[in-house]
């Protein structure tokens, strides 16, 4: 028998697949939206359970970047309280500079966010599409780390893995700092692209403010009805509170009606030349790429793997060899990620669609706790505790004039 071809291998295999290429749907033709918008909502809660919140707003702005005052970024990296940034963009006008975007009463930001661009530079094309996912940015540490994984008291065969800084390659390092991650983009501030909160309004969330309800987006350029309603599921959401049994090495918390799914990581001290981390799922990720946003198909899918914990769990034990004597606990409680877009995709492959406009709203949840450090957490406990006593004892401006006044 001759000896067959590469061309002839080429067309028996195209004729062997050609009944499944055909049957292959054609892929709709879609066209990016004249206008986006991306709302980014995050509630920051830090400290040891007991402590007056003065002192867990202090141990948030430690852990959680301490940026002053309400400044874009601080859903990425904030103080202690709940938080909203917003970015806005139009392909009809590229150079936007300002806009305003309509909120509802409950906000008590109402009637509307005064939405201002970053003034230095040229606006900035944004090529990618908006749901490749963003690479954490990672430091080497240096000298022995050992990693545990999942809930319980007891230590799993297997477990520790160990990295020795000493003797690892950037093969060992791949292996050992494994960690899934699926976030794209979000509120982000670039020229051309109006953003909240901004110098000219950077007003706070108040405390109870509710983002349920319409939101419209206007300004030169931006379509007119760009305008939609956030329901309660997608709201801003409480605060974890996070207890720690430091005699059980057992975490607890209250549920939490909007959570999709739930994750902890520590990071703590042994010695003085060795990291200890551990993590509350069920495989071995190091988990440094989940405390952050994560799209809900992410999400869904991670559950499943058991690397997160189902909305229904409250408490997760860790084993007392992987908690060292100093360190941090980070908890993550994920929203579910919300995507408009009018008109919406049809549901015809073959109609095309041609969005005029489209909103990805986010939201998480994040707590910080200080672990095995008891003299801090008294200090920092009593001290807010002084703080607030202080504070009631101050005189009023009626006690002031009675004061000067003798009577």
């Known amino acids: 028998m001759p000896p067959v071809s590469q061309a002839s291998r080429i067309a028996l295999t195209l004729l062997c697949l050609a009944p499944t290429l055909a049957a292959q749907p054609p892929a709709q033709k879609t066209s ?29 702005s ?54 201002v661009s970053p003034v230095e530079g040229k606006p900035v094309p944004v090529e990618r599409s ?3 996912t963003e690479q954490p940015e990672f430091q080497r540490p240096k000298g022995k780390i050992s990693l545990y994984w999942g809930c319980g008291t007891e230590v799993r065969k297997g477990q520790p893995k160990v990295l020795d800084m000493a003797t690892a390659d950037m093969g060992d390092f791949a292996k050992f700092f494994q960690s899934r991650h699926a976030t794209t983009r979000g509120a982000h501030s670039t020229p051309g692209r109006p953003v ?68 902890l990581a520590s990071m ?17 990720d190091i988990g440094f790429g989940l405390i952050d946003y994560q799209p809900n198909t992410a999400v ?4 499943k793997e058991k690397v997160l914990l189902s909305p229904k769990t409250t408490e997760c034990s860790a084993p007392k060899e992987a908690v060292g004597q100093a360190g941090m606990v980070r908890m993550i409680a994920y ?24 909103a990805k709203l986010r939201l998480k949840s994040v707590a910080t706790s200080i672990l095995g450090m008891p003299d801090m957490n008294k200090a ?24 000067i006044f003798g009577k």
Do not use: C
Request: charged share 25%.
């Open 32 to 60: 990016p939206p004249i206008a986006q918008a991306w709302l980014d909502l995050a509630t920051y809660s830090g400290g040891m359970p007991g402590m007056p919140g003065g002192a867990g707003g202090m141990l948030g």
């Open 62 to 115: 430690l852990f959680g970047g301490g940026k002053g005052g309400n400044v874009f970024g601080n859903t990425q990296a904030g103080p202690a309280g709940r938080w909203l940034d917003v970015t806005l963009y139009t392909r009809n006008n590229t150079s936007l500079k300002e806009a305003l975007q309509k909120v509802p009463e409950g906000s008590k930001l109402a009637p509307t966010l005064k939405l």
């Open 130 to 132: 908006d749901e490749v």
């Open 196 to 263: 909240w909160p901004n110098k000219p309004d950077a007003r706070l969330v108040p405390e109870g403010a509710s983002l349920v309800g319409e939101h419209a987006f206007s300004g030169e350029g931006v379509p007119d009805g760009f305008k939609f309603n956030i329901d309660p599921e997608h709201d801003l959401m409480p605060a974890i509170e996070l207890k720690h049994d430091e005699a059980a090495n057992r975490f607890s918390w209250q549920a939490i009606p909007q959570a999709k799914a739930y994750f």
């Open 268 to 284: 703590s001290a042994r010695g003085q030349d060795e990291m200890v981390i551990w993590t509350s799922s069920e495989q071995p």
């Open 300 to 303: 869904d899918k991670w559950l």
């Open 335 to 358: 929203g579910e990620e919300l995507n408009l877009a009018y008109p919406p995709r049809p549901k015809d492959p073959k109609a095309a669609w041609e969005p005029v406009w489209a």
């Open 380 to 403: 920092m406990g009593e001290a807010a505790k002084q703080q607030v006593e202080e504070k009631a004892k101050a005189p009023g401006a009626i006690d002031l004039l009675k004061g």
